[in-house]
C-alpha cells in the first residue's frame, strides 16, 4: 500500500522526527472513517534515512462496528526502534531520554488517531440509526477505489474541488474562466466507476458531456495492468496555488480538461450576456441567470405600457443577429418595432442623418440593439416594475416556479390586456363557444370579448 500524503507533521527534538500523515482531509475526522488513512512513524537520525517503525491503516468500511476491528496495532515499535538505532551514530545512543520521549510521542499519537477514529465511528453509527432509511445498503467499494480517486484529485488540484460527499462518489469542481467566472462540474461516480464514466451535470449552455473515457477496472487481478494507470505519474504533494498539472491521458483529470476546455468555447457569449445583464434592463431571467440560459427579455420601450423583446444568442457565434428575436407588448407597438428591427438587419434602417444602419458583428449585440432602437432603458433609468405588467386573469406577474411572464396579448389595441399563456388557456378552455383548431385553441377576451386565441401546448402540465 501507498501512503504519501504527508499533511501533517509532528518535530520531536532535534533528534527525532515524527512523520504522519493522515490523508486527505487532516481536520476532519469523517473522512478518516471512509478513507484509507495512514500514520506512520518513522524516526530520522541525523543523515541516515528514515526507517518507518510502524504503521496503521484502516480501510473503508460500511459497517461503523468493524473500523476498529481493522485498526492494526502498533507492535514491536521499541524492538525495531533499537534495530533503527543500532545503525545510527553514536551519539544518538546515549540520548536514551530522547528515545523514550520519542516513543511516548508516537505511542501518545496512535492513541488519539484510535480516539477520533473511535469518535467518529460512534457518531456516524448514530447517524446511521437515525436517519438513512432510503439507504439501507450502502455501496461498497474496493480499497483501491480511494485510493485511485484520491490520485485523480492530487492530479486535478486540490484547489479545485469545491466539495466531495463523505462516500467520495459525489465530487463537485470547478474551473474559474478568464474573466473570473466560476463554473462547477458535478461528478457522480457509480458502482461501476472507473470502469464506466461519472455523471456530469454543469451549467453550460449545451450539456457537458465526456469526450473520451478509457474504462479502468479496480477489481485486484487487473491490477498489474492498471497500476501504472491509476498510481503512476502521480505527484502527491499539496497542491499549490495555480500550480500546472501534469498533462493527463485518462480518468477524471482528463474530464476536468475537457471540462475547461468546454468553458472556455463559451467565453464570447458569456461575455456579451454579461454585457446585456450589466447595461440593460433585463426582465427575465432574474439575474444573476444560471451560466446555461442563454435567452434574455430586456426592455425596449418603456411606453405603451412596456414592450421587450425575448432573444436568444447563438453558443458559438454571439454577435450574428439573434434568430429568436420577439417582442413582447402591445401589438401594435410591436409590429412596428418587428419592421424596424427587420430594416436594421436588412441594412436599409436610415438615421437622421441619413445614413443607413445594419447589424454588425464587430459590435456587441448590446451596442447593435441601441443603435436599432435608441436609447433602451438600463439597468438604472428603467424601472423593471414598469413592465412588470399584471396578467388580467390571475393578477400576478410572474407565474409558476418559472417565474413566467403574461406574454399572450389581446389583439384589441383599445383593450390590449396580457395574460399568461397557461392562464389564457384555462379561461378560453372553460368557455363553451372555444374551439380548438391545430394546435390553437380561440375564444374571446375576457375583457373587450374580441376573438383571441392561444397555443394549446400553454396548458398547465
Ligand atoms: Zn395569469
Ligand atoms: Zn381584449
Request: proline share 5%; with cysteine.
Amino acid at each position: 500500500m501507498k501512503h504519501a500524503h504527508s499533511n501533517i507533521e509532528y518535530y520531536g527534538s532535534s533528534s527525532t522526527t515524527l512523520l504522519s500523515s493522515l490523508n486527505p482531509f487532516p481536520e476532519c475526522t469523517t473522512y478518516s472513517y471512509l478513507l484509507e488513512c495512514s500514520l506512520s512513524l518513522s524516526a530520522s537520525f541525523s543523515d541516515t534515512s528514515m526507517p518507518i517503525l510502524g504503521s496503521l491503516s484502516v480501510l473503508p468500511t460500511t459497517k461503523a462496528s468493524t473500523v476498529i476491528d481493522r485498526i492494526t496495532e502498533i507492535e514491536g515499535v521499541e524492538e525495531r526502534l533499537s534495530d533503527a538505532i543500532r545503525g545510527c551514530d553514536a551519539n544518538f545512543k546515549t540520548q536514551t531520554p530522547a528515545v523514550e520521549k520519542f516513543l511516548q510521542r508516537a505511542e501518545a499519537l496512535f492513541r488519539e488517531l484510535e480516539n477520533a477514529l473511535q469518535n467518529s465511528s460512534c457518531r456516524q453509527g448514530q447517524s446511521r440509526s437515525t436517519g438513512d432509511a432510503d439507504d439501507p445498503k450502502p455501496m461498497v467499494l474496493p480499497a483501491n477505489f480511494y485510493s485511485y480517486v484520491v490520485s485523480q484529485l492530487d492530479l486535478i488540484g486540490w484547489d479545485n474541488i469545491v466539495s466531495i460527499d463523505s462516500r467520495l462518489t459525489v465530487i463537485v469542481l470547478k474551473t474559474v474562466d478568464s474573466s473570473g467566472r466560476t463554473h462547477e462540474l458535478r461528478l457522480e461516480l457509480g458502482e461501476d466507476f472507473p470502469n464506466q464514466a461519472p455523471i456530469c451535470t454543469s451549467d453550460l449552455p449545451i450539456e457537458f458531456e465526456i469526450e473520451n473515457w478509457r474504462p479502468l477496472s479496480l477489481h485486484p487481478e487487473n491490477s498489474d495492468a492498471t497500476s501504472g494507470v491509476f498510481m503512476g505519474n502521480t505527484s502527491f504533494e499539496l497542491t499549490s496555488k495555480k500550480r500546472s498539472r501534469p498533462s493527463v491521458s485518462a480518468g477524471l483529470a482528463l474530464v476536468y480538461e475537457e471540462f475547461e476546455a468546454a468553458v472556455d468555447s463559451y467565453q464570447s457569449l458569456w461575455n456579451e450576456l454579461d454585457n446585456i445583464d450589466a447595461n440593460t434592463c433585463v426582465l427575465e431571467p432574474i439575474l444573476p441567470a444560471r451560466r446555461s440560459i442563454r435567452e434574455r427579455r430586456i426592455a425596449i420601450r418603456a411606453s405603451a405600457g412596456g414592450i421587450s423583446a425575448v432573444l436568444s444568442l447563438d453558443c458559438k457565434r454571439p454577435r450574428t443577429v439573434p434568430s429568436s428575436l420577439r417582442f413582447v407588448g402591445a401589438t401594435s407597438e410591436v409590429s412596428k418595432l418587428r419592421s424596424h428591427f427587420n430594416e436594421y438587419v436588412a441594412g436599409t434602417l436610415k438615421c437622421d442623418d441619413g445614413l443607413t444602419l445594419q447589424w454588425r458583428e464587430d459590435r456587441t449585440v448590446r451596442e447593435n440593439l441601441e443603435l436599432c432602437f435608441g436609447d433602451i432603458p438600463s439597468k438604472n433609468t428603467a424601472d423593471g416594475g414598469e413592465f412588470e405588467i399584471e396578467c388580467g386573469i390571475c393578477y400576478t406577474n410572474r407565474l409558476g416556479e418559472d417565474g413566467l411572464l403574461p406574454d399572450a396579448c389581446c389583439g384589441n389595441t383599445c383593450c390590449a390586456r396580457s395574460y399568461h399563456e397557461t392562464c389564457l388557456f384555462e379561461w378560453l378552455h372553460s368557455l363553451p363557444s372555444a374551439r380548438i383548431s391545430f394546435d390553437r385553441i380561440f375564444g374571446t377576451c375576457p375583457y373587450c370579448c374580441e376573438p383571441i386565441s392561444v397555443k394549446v401546448k400553454c396548458a398547465r402540465s
